[in-house]
T-cell receptor, first 115, second 113 residues
């Protein structure tokens, strides 16, 4: 079974631009979560999508948004990029068959550098 | 507001000995705890988890201990192997909004031959 895939793996943008990152979950997984990893803040939860609906949201400004498609693939978008948005963006998918926690499987991440 | 803390940024252990990684949390509503392992240029890989109704969970060389009164958990790796060298993250989840994980800052474990 293929794992979680993320594209692109590396991205360089300049301040003020916007960026879209893509995540394909493991087949059959309906929940997709996004995390940001930076040296200073560690791994922080951005948001979770389930059945095309945002179900949970972390403490990030509105410049960070996402969506999920009917095939469970997800995209996240960051508008008006700032230098501090440079980070590794990780996507994780899970089955989420009930209300309790389901193991999340992480992709390799997209390394975003903002110049 | 760091709800999950790993106070040791790094740990060095000799091959064959026990590695003990520690994690503290502040939110008593967390009810599920996990350890992830991360190699450079890869996403975190799930290692082991424990529900708040238990105080110990074992899986091969890995054992997680949970002390709810102290809000502390630890990961024991016995015996430590060179391939265990990685960054280890402790994470916690609430029953509500269960897929939202709160991570610690990570501990870099180095196993020396």
């Amino acid at each position: 079974k293929a794992g979680v895939t993320q594209t692109p793996r590396y991205l360089i943008k300049t301040r003020g631009q916007q960026v879209t990152l893509s995540c394909s979950p493991i087949s059959g997984h309906r929940s997709v979560s996004w995390y940001q990893q930076t040296p200073g803040q560690g791994l922080q939860f951005l948001f979770e999508y389930f059945s095309e609906t945002q179900r949970n949201k972390g403490n990030f400004p509105g410049r960070f948004s996402g969506r999920q498609f009917s095939n469970s693939r997800s995209e996240m978008n960051v508008s008006t990029l700032e230098l501090g948005d440079s980070a590794l963006y990780l996507c994780a998918s899970s089955l989420q068959t009930g209300p309790v926690y389901n193991e999340q499987f992480f992709g390799p991440g997209t390394r975003l550098t903002v110049l | 507001d760091q709800q999950v803390k790993q106070n040791s940024p790094s740990l060095s252990v000799q091959e064959g000995r026990i590695s003990i990684l520690n994690c503290d949390y502040t939110n008593s509503m967390f009810d599920y705890f996990l350890w992830y392992k991360k190699y450079p240029a890869e996403g975190p890989t799930f290692l082991i988890s424990i529900s708040s109704i238990k105080d110990k969970n074992e899986d091969g060389r890995f054992t997680v201990f949970l002390n709810k009164s102290a809000k502390h958990l630890s990961l024991h790796i016995v015996p430590s192997q060179p391939g265990d060298s990685a960054v280890y993250f402790c994470a916690a989840s609430l029953l509500q909004g269960a897929q939202k994980l709160v991570f610690g800052q990570g501990t870099r474990l180095t196993i020396n031959p």
